[in-house]
Nanobody, 126 residues
Framework: QVQLVESGGGLVQAGGSLRLSCAAS????????MAWFRQAPGKEREFAAG????????YYADSVKGRFTISGDNAKNTVYLQMNNLNPEDTALYYC???????????????????WGQGTQVTVSS
């Protein structure tokens, strides 16, 4: 059984940075696409960033492009989300997700991912 555990969230001022971590266990870490999603209060869960080690590619939502960077450490079975120049609109619960079916294509849809962490809260004050 796959387990994903996020950490690194917190309260930060606008313009600041945070790095989220997602520790994965129970599955070939680099085999399937992994992604970060976020969900703000009263809004639907949305895609933020994804990574495919098979394709050697990353993909970002327009809202975070140029500010967020997704990466991974195979030795630690951990995927990271480095978030810079944060603004209040980035406030959300951030989730790590892994597909059980996709090696190459990084999908934006929630339904494309099969395993989810419990989420870590990011709050950006103005």
């Amino acid at each position: 059984q796959v387990q994903l555990v996020e950490s690194g969230g917190g309260l930060v001022q606008a313009g600041g940075s945070l790095r989220l971590s997602c520790a994965a266990s129970g599955r070939a870490f680099r085999r399937f696409v992994m992604a970060w999603f976020r969900q703000a209060p009263g809004k639907e869960r949305e895609f933020a960033a994804g990574i495919s080690w098979s394709a050697g590619s990353t993909y970002y939502a327009d809202s975070v492009k140029g500010r967020f960077t997704i990466s991974g450490d195979n030795a630690k079975n951990t995927v990271y989300l480095q978030m810079n120049n944060l603004n209040p609109e980035d406030t959300a619960l951030y989730y790590c997700a892994q597909s059980a079916r996709t090696y190459v294509t990084i999908h934006r849809e929630v339904t494309a991912y099969d395993y989810w962490g419990q989420g870590t809260q990011v709050t950006v004050s103005s």
